[in-house]
T-cell receptor, first 112, second 116 residues
Framework: DTGVSQDPRHKITKRGQNVTFRCDPI?????LYWYRQTLGQGPEFLTY????????KSRLLSDRFSAERPKGSFSTLEIQRTEQGDSAMYLC??????????FGPGTRLLVL | AQKVTQAQTEISVVEKEDVTLDCVYE???????LFWYKQPPSGELVFLIR??????QNEISGRYSWNFQKSTSSFNFTITASQVVDSAVYFC?????????????FGEGTQLTVNP
């Protein structure tokens, strides 16, 4: 396993459309995290899972955002009714319970 | 609430110069972890180092070194004899709660440009 993977790498959508991103963590990692990074800023925490349980959600995660990790392996992040303010890089990371988070390459979203 | 401040937005140096990136943090926890990540133009965050709050020993890894001082809540990063490949955005981050596997709070990053 070479690391965390994310798909797609780039997504352009029109305002009001729904988009879904996928993250595949490092296989032995039981924790999976989503962050959002806007231009010129550091990543901001959105949510994380331990196995299939979603343990924490940031107040940044409005009700248009939903994340799942149904079998404790890959995760999806869906944004409904996208807005121009959703344009950002969406980063996924994984870790073992008490270890360092390793990041994927990110999905760059542009909402027109 | 936890906070990480990287006061240097951009730094530009000439190759072979030494450069220090500053990081100051705020936390109410006595147990926490500090990290540095590198983000090259490709966008992927690359892990560089993790330090726990009970280990104030400085660390050196090749041209990289880190100075952790709890008294000033700082965790600074020095690159010795910088190279063009060191050009990237560098982020300092903090996690609380006694485990490095909890949410990370990042600083705003320092853009380092190393010119030939």
């Amino acid at each position: 396993d070479t690391g965390v993977s994310q798909d797609p790498r780039h997504k352009i959508t029109k305002r009001g459309q729904n988009v879904t991103f996928r993250c595949d963590p490092i296989s032995e990692h039981n924790r999976l995290y989503w962050y959002r990074q806007t231009l010129g800023q550091g990543p901001e925490f959105l949510t994380y899972f331990q196995n299939e349980a979603q343990l924490e959600k940031s107040r940044l995660l409005s009700d248009r955002f939903s994340a799942e990790r149904p079998k404790g392996s890959f995760s999806t992040l869906e944004i409904q009714r996208t807005e121009q303010g959703d344009s950002a890089m969406y980063l996924c990371a994984s870790s073992s319970f008490v270890e360092t988070q390793y990041f994927g390459p990110g999905t760059r979203l542009l909402v027109l | 609430a936890q906070k990480v401040t990287q006061a240097q937005t951009e730094i530009s140096v000439v190759e072979k110069e030494d450069v220090t990136l500053d990081c100051v943090y705020e936390t109410r926890d006595t147990t926490y972890y500090l990290f540095w990540y590198k983000q090259p133009p490709s966008g992927e965050l690359v892990f560089l180092i993790r330090r726990n709050s009970f280990d104030e020993q400085n660390e050196i890894s090749g041209r990289y070194s880190w100075n952790f001082q709890k008294s000033t809540s700082s965790f600074n990063f020095t690159i010795t004899a910088s190279q063009v490949v060191d050009s990237a955005v560098y982020f300092c981050a903090l996690s609380e709660g006694g485990t490095s596997g909890s949410r990370l709070t990042f600083g705003e990053g320092t853009q380092l440009t190393v010119n030939p």
